[in-house]
């Protein structure tokens, strides 16, 4: 009788990529199903040709680097890199911005680099802070919540608006942006950005509609999708904790202290948490494992510097919205919060000789 | 009599024919290599990587690129005559003050030709035309190529350095304006005269200009896909030509592959 002995790890999982990123794209569902009820189909043509453009370009490169195609072509990372980019642009958008944003994160931000694994950014908010830079003014055309349009907005309205820039009868998105008392509608965080920067106070600016009843009308339930999304992800354990939460934990503590200091000049805690990207930020462009940090201690100081970050560039920036450019920047500050952050190795001593 | 002279003196003609032959072979030789490395092999601005900042900086368009990669070709070949010329009386220790000095005064005298006669595209190009004294790829051809060789070798190899930078500004220069304005030439008018607006192409009709090849990180992309070109040409280059059958045991280069 023979023993067989097996080295540890003796617990094997059975996790491959494309099953993980299958995993991530379900938890997407809730968010865009909170953003298709609110804001009509833009977003979800957007994701559409997205993905399209995606699969294409990685098809193309992946033959150019003579790799395996089949495999690395549907492991799912390119198509939840184009989801993300769909989720994020503005919804009516034109179709260019979508095919040009998914080109350069697939082709440029992931595959120069190395493809996946090798890519020092998240390729989805660096092809967002491409566009955003490159194209500003179709980047911040956001559309308002459709109980505010004045323009009935079907599906096919949409995509004829996103395809030729006006709908059926002819609409500019201009005109769609328009409230029915004539002026144009933005984004809460920028509507309030704006009217802080011209001497509004937080209470008075919170009374315009696109506010809703609680802290921003349609975001806060896009949000709360993507929270749930992340809870689930959370609970199948996809993602480490340590990020999000330390993420949301430091915009709780910057915005409270600012608020405290001054509630006229500062928006509420739950506006931060509610309003632009911040739950599709804390839980699924942050927990990215490639770009982010390793250990726990470091996912921490990264979520945490990614919180600051996108108080600061909210409070202080020229965008209102703050969450890619304070990934990216969290993206570049990585590989030395890994270097600082080295877990002890076990059996060694805490201190370093 | 004569004969008896004459025979020696051709006899001791041809040999210092062959000579004059071989000097001039070498010479030819050695001017063919100095083109060849200015403008591809050892490109400043493709395998170098000297002189980054104008490069990135200020080729926004053509106009702008070939103003500047003109007043760093004057430049370099200046300096590089001047300081083959007095190579001889410079102390080693305190060669690298005496050589951007001798920029310096160049890089003044250029300045001042764009003030008066290119008024505009001397405006356009702002501080990048005084920094020409910082960039490295001059000072890089003074320390290593001129203050060796003489004078005739030295300019030429400025002239070939300047001519290889001034060519990888261009197209840099086509490829951020085509991409960020879809035009060609636009401006140009500021630095050749008036005749020369008509040079001005419409090549795309962009009806948003695509800021990102307008704005620096955009160089540096465009940039990348340069480097990455070259180095495809070459290594198919290096694939088409038979292989020398050598096993000596070679360093690996890691930076650049000059030889």
């Known amino acids: 009788m023979a023993f067989w002995i097996a080295s540890s790890p003796h617990n094997h999982t059975q996790n ?156 500019s998105v201009e005109q769609l942006r328009t409230h029915i008392d004539g002026y144009t509608m933005a984004t809460p965080l920028d509507s309030l950005k704006n009217d802080i920067g011209q001497g509004l106070t937080v209470a008075e600016s919170i009374t315009k509609p696109v506010f809703g009843q609680h802290f921003s009308l349609g975001w806060e339930w896009v949000n709360a999708g993507f929270l749930l999304g992340g809870l689930f992800l959370l609970a199948r354990k996809a993602i480490p904790l340590a990020t999000p939460l330390s993420f949301l934990a430091s915009i709780l503590v910057c915005s409270f202290i600012a608020y405290s200091i001054n509630p006229d000049g500062n928006a509420s805690t739950m506006f931060h948490w509610l309003s632009g990207a911040t739950m599709l930020g804390a839980f699924f462009i942050l927990t990215d494992p490639v770009s982010g940090a390793t250990s726990t201690k470091g996912r921490i100081v990264f979520g945490a510097l990614a919180g600051f970050l996108v108080f600061i560039i909210r409070k202080f920036g020229g965008y209102p919205d703050a969450v890619a450019f304070a990934v990216l920047l969290c993206n570049m500050a990585a590989p030395l919060i890994d270097q600082y952050t080295r877990p002890r190795t076990y059996g060694h001593s805490v201190k370093q000789p | 009599m004569t004969q008896e002279v004459a025979t020696p003196e051709l006899a001791d003609s041809e040999p210092a024919d062959n000579e004059l032959q071989a000097q001039r072979a070498a010479l030819k030789s050695e001017y063919k290599e100095l083109a060849w490395q200015g403008l591809w092999k050892n490109n400043p601005g493709l395998v170098q990587l000297l002189g980054l900042c104008p490069l990135l900086a200020v080729t926004a368009t053509v106009t702008n690129a070939l103003g500047l990669g003109l007043a760093t070709l004057l430049v370099l070949i200046g300096s590089n005559a001047t300081v083959s010329l007095i190579r001889h009386w410079v102390p080693k220790e305190i060669r690298i003050p005496i050589f951007v000095l001798i920029i310096a005064a160049f890089v003044t005298c250029v300045q001042l030709l764009m003030n008066a006669f290119t008024y505009g595209l001397y405006q356009a190009l702002g501080i990048f035309l005084p920094l020409i004294v910082t960039n490295c790829a001059i000072i890089g051809r003074a320390e290593a190529y001129a203050s060796k060789n003489p004078l005739a070798q030295a300019s030429f190899d400025g002239l070939m350095m300047g001519i290889g930078f001034m060519l990888i500004l261009v197209v840099l220069g086509a490829i951020r304006e085509v991409l960020g304005q879809g035009t060609l030439f636009d401006g140009i008018e500021l630095l050749l005269g008036d005749w020369a607006s008509g040079l001005r192409i419409q090549v795309l009709n962009l009806d948003n ?51």
């Not at chain 2, 020398?244 to 360093?251: D, M």
Request: aromatic content about 12%; proline content about 6%.
């Open chain 1, 16 to 171: 491959q990529t494309s099953k993980l990123m299958r995993l991530v794209i379900y938890a997407t569902i809730p968010g865009i199903f909170a953003q298709w009820y609110f804001f009509g189909w833009g977003n979800l043509i957007h994701i559409g040709l997205a993905v399209a453009t995606a699969l294409v370009a990685e098809f193309f490169v992946l033959s150019l680097r003579e790799q395996p195609i089949s495999k690395q072509l549907f492991d799912g990372s390119a198509i939840l890199t184009a989801v993300l980019l769909g989720i994020c642009l503005p919804a009516l958008a034109p179709w260019w911005i979508t095919v040009l944003g998914s080109l350069f994160a697939i082709a440029i931000v992931k595959q120069l680099y190395g493809g996946l694994g090798h890519n020092p950014f998240n390729p989805a908010m660096a092809a967002y802070v491409m566009l955003l830079v490159s194209f500003p003014v179709q980047m911040t055309s956001w559309q308002p919540p459709l109980s505010l349009m004045s323009v009935e907005l079907d599906f096919l309205n949409t995509l004829t608006t996103i395809l030729t820039g006006f709908t059926s009868e002819g609409y």
């Open chain 2, 209 to 259: 200009q695509f800021l990102l090849a307008i704005l620096p990180p955009g160089a540096f992309i465009a940039m990348g896909f340069l480097i990455a070109i070259k180095n495809a040409i070459d290594s198919k280059i290096a694939e088409r030509q038979p292989k020398p059958e050598e096993k000596a045991i070679e360093r690996v280069r890691v930076n650049f592959d000059a030889s």
